[in-house]
């Protein structure tokens, strides 16, 4: 675990190690979520489509695990709200 102080604007420093071992490079881009008290960032792939490439082929998820997650998120997105 490591700690890190926010800069001036809100920013934060990645720890490098962690950096590396996500690939996260200048420019990454990143995902972040409020889940519960908390933030989870998550680097998204450089090529969406190429990322994507042969799920369906894995067995992707099906149309009720889709609704169930959009239900999830529609819920957590209520209570951030309030």
């Not at 996260?24 to 979520?33: A, D, M, T, V």
């Not at 889940?35 to 792939?45: M, R, T």
């Amino acid at each position: 675990m490591t700690i890190i102080k926010t800069l001036a604007k809100g920013q934060v420093v990645i720890p490098k190690a962690i950096r590396q071992r996500l690939g996260i490079k200048p420019g990454s881009r990143l995902l972040i979520q409020l889940k519960g008290e908390g933030v989870v960032l998550k680097p998204l792939p450089d090529d969406p489509i190429h990322a994507l490439h042969g799920v369906l082929k894995q067995g992707g998820p099906s149309t009720g695990e889709l609704l169930k997650w959009r239900r999830e998120e529609r819920a957590r997105e209520s209570r951030d709200r309030a």
